[in-house]
């Protein structure tokens, strides 16, 4: 998995309550994407960021959930007013460019619980 | 709407016996496809993957191959070992776009020893 940290690795929220997951990708990676996992499912690609830029945010829920990639610092995805629907893994992946599957890399997770 | 099937949940296999795990897509698009292995609680980690220009790739004990008319790959996993027992994910993506990939839904993998 080649370094992607991802932080909380599990986080337990109550309904309406916010969920923010951080990712900081490989040093030197600069594109960063999120990705969904549900139960028994596959994994579902959310956004796909660049430093200071949203490139492709068309897998994200159209409401409660935005991402960032500041410039300093590391991605954030953000679930507001969290229902038990969201409750998943999430996981972050980066690479250093965009071409070849190959050199994304996936973090470890992080597992959100709605409660 | 699945573009990615995996249309086996689950696959059991003896120790030193052939591994084969089925893919089908539907999206004409995609022209890069992968193999990703996920143990529980981990991220997934690549293994292998395929140009649309190919029909095969090797690495090591595993075997990618693709058939583009019948839009379906499969990979190979000879001989399989205990250690192989996981969950395996085929994505696609299409080029230009390759951070962005489809996924389908898992094929649980048990070998036995």
């Known amino acids: 998995n080649a370094g992607v940290m991802q932080n909380p690795r599990h986080l337990v929220r109550r309904r309406g309550q916010e969920a923010r997951l951080r990712c900081s990708p490989v040093?030197?990676?600069?594109?960063v994407y999120w990705y969904r996992q549900l139960p028994e499912e596959g994994l579902k690609f959310m956004v796909y960021?660049?430093?200071?830029?949203?490139?492709?945010e068309s897998g994200m829920p159209k409401e409660r959930f935005s991402a960032e990639f500041p410039k300093e610092g590391p991605s954030i995805l953000r679930i507001q007013q969290v229902v038990r629907g969201d409750s998943a893994a999430y996981f972050c992946?980066?690479?250093?460019?965009?071409?070849?599957?190959?050199?994304?890399?996936f973090g470890e997770g992080s597992w959100l619980t709605v409660v | 709407d699945q573009q990615v099937k995996q249309n086996s949940p689950s696959l059991s296999v003896q120790e030193g016996r052939i591994s084969i795990l089925n893919c089908d897509y539907t999206n004409s698009m995609f022209d890069y496809f992968l193999w990703y292995k996920k143990y529980p609680a981990e991220g997934p980690t690549f293994l292998i993957s395929i140009s649309s220009i190919k029909d095969k790739n090797e690495d090591g004990r595993f075997t990618v191959f693709l058939n583009k008319s019948a839009k379906h790959l499969s990979l190979h996993i000879v001989p399989s070992q205990p250690g192989d027992s996981a969950v395996y994910f085929c994505a696609a993506s299409i080029s230009g776009n390759t951070g962005k990939l489809i996924f389908g839904q898992g094929t649980t993998l048990q070998v036995k020893p």
């Open positions: 960021l660049q430093k200071e830029n949203i490139i492709d």
């Open positions: 992946a980066s690479s250093p460019q965009t071409g070849g599957g190959n050199t994304i890399y």
């Open positions: 040093k030197g990676h600069s594109h």
